[in-house]
């Protein structure tokens, strides 16, 4: 540094510090291995350096970087979500790094093993695997029961699994869980199989603190839990005699008054995923979305949700399906006034409608779905929900807006994976035993998770590969960031689950939406992804899990194992 700024005092230091660049702010650190020793020992050699090393540990310097290299640049976030003013110097710094480490690396990554376990006894076979948004804890779903693990860090690279807790339905029956799309750490659970058991309907919420509190308790509900958002609560009666679409009930109030969104028979076809997106509600199913407002739910009875706009697809498709905007979601850091008082901390708000404001970005969002093909197994259809027009700066637009929703829907090229049918080879020394080509459908998208961000994992075969946001030409000569599914080298081999994904796919290589829960699925509850750690977690076919961390270091062998 220049002998001129040694002089100064560390507090305006620090503020000088805090405009510099994280490249800057490590290079400044790089000095001789005997200088930086620990921080409470004595350091030996130049003072000067041994003063910027310390300086720039500061917590308010980390604050700005997290803010203007994280935050304001809507890179998702790393680690569970908390206000700023509980993140110590050291977790801002390893989030920062860690985030923009994934921004720079994407998708030039590796797969390491964090942690995996070992197993033994007849619990240890897991039905699904979730990640708490964070992805430093996760649950598992084991027949009955629901595990609360804890990823623990241990001094050095070395990780380790904390069992955290476990609940069981009173009933003891097999269940799956979905996570809320608004609050963190709060899930809902219901039977996993839709027919032959007890409706039943439960909202948790779970922390390390108090792993599971029972916050809402339906004994009998109408269908099966497919999803939970805020308040509402979705269950599925689309396979009910009777059944007209998704019923929508109010778990806050607890009260027992549906909101019904309705299925038009032999039109829209069977009911595949929902998700928020611009202040409504849109709903999935094969032939198309359809768009419905955020209902208000009676204490009692029922009322009928109508639609507002309806979109349907060129070709059907069926699960898995995935969202993403491209965007990771909002968060609003306070403003980088230089003259402000960085170490007085804000808390930052986050928008669980995935979406990032249009000054910001510069582009009114948009939202990518992706399905797997019913009649090609082997491709992925892609369609995106486009804005109109510019919802700032025309104000008819900003009117109409609140009456309506003003989005198309363009179609992006399907994609297909390289090579579109993959069978193993017979005879050949690895595949020996697996079977003839005659025993397996073609290489279909088995699993699809996708974050706001449009970073994810799928899994193709036994193949599992990223996703990335790249850029889509709609015509005639307009272009928007969507997902791009990644043909490289694979990241990881799953398991195979042969029988439940011969039995997931019928003769025609159509899936088979009506049957049980593993039909429903396919492999998809069997993987999830965290987009802000950039690490999935996976179900071993044989009982336990993996948990893969990208771009990490390879642990010692045995050093991230331990027993369920």
């Known amino acids: 540094m220049n002998g001129s700024m040694d002089i100064l005092v560390d507090d305006i230091l620090i503020q000088i510090l805090q405009t510099l660049s994280v490249h800057a702010l490590l290079s400044l650190r790089k000095v001789s291995p005997a200088l930086v020793k620990d921080e409470t020992s004595e350091l030996k050699g130049d003072e000067t350096s041994r003063r910027y090393y310390l300086l720039s540990k500061h917590r308010c310097i980390w604050y700005a970087r997290f803010c203007a290299e994280v935050l304001a640049r809507n890179l998702p976030p790393p680690g569970p979500h908390l206000p700023l003013s509980m993140l110590s110097a050291t977790e801002l710094e390893r989030r920062t790094?860690?985030?923009?480490?994934?921004?720079?690396?994407?998708?030039?990554?590796?797969?390491?093993?964090?942690?995996?376990?070992?197993?033994?006894?007849?619990?240890?076979?897991?039905?699904?695997?979730?990640?708490?948004?964070?992805?430093?804890?996760l649950l598992t779903v084991q027949g009955d029961k629901v595990v609360h693990w804890l990823i623990v860090s241990w001094p050095g690279i070395a990780q380790g699994l904390k069992r955290v807790g476990e609940w069981t339905p009173f009933d003891e029956v097999p269940c799956r869980i979905v996570k809320d799309g608004e609050a963190p750490g709060v899930i809902a659970v219901g039977p996993r199989e839709p027919l032959g058991s007890r409706r039943f309907a439960k909202v948790l919420s779970t922390s390390l603190k108090a792993p599971f509190v029972v916050l809402c308790d339906y004994a009998r509900v109408p269908g099966i839990v497919v999803g939970v958002w805020g308040r509402l609560l979705l269950l599925d009666t689309t396979r009910e005699l009777g059944g007209g679409g998704l019923e929508l009930l109010d778990w806050h109030a607890q009260t027992t008054g549906t909101a019904l969104i309705p299925r038009p028979p032999d039109l829209f076809g069977s009911f595949l995923d929902f998700v928020a997106f611009a202040g409504h509600l849109l709903v999935v199913w094969e032939c198309g979305v359809s768009v419905f407002p955020v209902p208000h739910v009676p204490a009692d009875g029922q009322v009928v949700v109508e639609h507002k706009r309806v979109f349907m697809f060129q070709e059907a498709i069926t699960r898995p399906v995935g969202f993403t905007t491209c965007i990771a979601r909002r968060v609003v850091p306070p403003r980088l006034n230089p003259s402000a008082n960085l170490g007085r901390d804000a808390d930052w708000d986050v928008d669980w409608d995935g979406q990032c404001s249009s000054s910001a970005m510069g582009m009114s969002p948009t939202l990518t779905i992706a399905g797997r093909s019913r009649t090609r197994p082997e491709s992925m259809s892609m369609v995106m929900l486009v804005p109109l027009v510019d919802t700032e700066n025309c104000e008819k637009a900003a009117a109409a807006y609140t009456t309506a929703f003003p989005y198309r829907l363009a179609f992006l090229q399907p994609h297909l994976p390289n090579p579109p049918w993959q069978y193993p080879s017979q005879g050949g020394e690895e595949d020996e035993g697996i079977g003839?080509?005659?025993?397996?459908?073609?290489?279909?998208?088995?699993?699809?998770?996708?974050?706001?961000?449009?970073?994810?994992?799928?899994?193709?075969?036994?193949?599992?590969?990223?996703?990335?946001?790249?850029?889509?030409?709609?015509?005639?000569?307009?272009?928007?960031?969507?997902?791009?599914?990644?043909?490289?080298?694979?990241?990881?081999?799953?398991?195979?689950?042969?029988?439940?994904?011969?039995?997931?796919?019928?003769?025609?290589?159509?899936?088979?939406?009506?049957?049980?829960?593993?039909?429903?699925?396919?492999?998809?509850?069997?993987?999830d992804f965290d987009e802000g750690m950039g690490r999935f977690v996976v179900a071993k076919e044989h009982g336990g899990f993996e948990v893969m961390q990208l771009g990490q270091a390879a642990l010692r062998k045995d050093e991230g194992r331990c027993r369920m």
């Open 436 to 527: 003839s080509i005659d025993d397996y459908p073609p290489s279909a998208c088995t699993a699809l998770c996708l974050g706001w961000s449009g970073r994810g994992v799928f899994v193709v075969g036994q193949e599992l590969r990223l996703v990335s946001p790249g850029l889509h030409i709609l015509p005639p000569y307009e272009m928007q960031f969507g997902p791009v599914f990644e043909t490289g080298k694979p990241l990881y081999r799953v398991d195979q689950h042969r029988q439940r994904d011969l039995n997931w796919l019928d003769l025609n290589g159509t899936a088979n939406v009506e049957g049980g829960a593993d039909e429903r699925h396919g492999c998809g509850d069997k993987v």
């Open 97 to 137: 790094l860690r985030a923009l480490h994934l921004e720079q690396a994407w998708p030039r990554l590796s797969a390491n093993m964090l942690v995996s376990t070992e197993h033994h006894g007849s619990d240890s076979h897991v039905d699904q695997v979730v990640f708490i948004p964070g992805g430093t804890e």
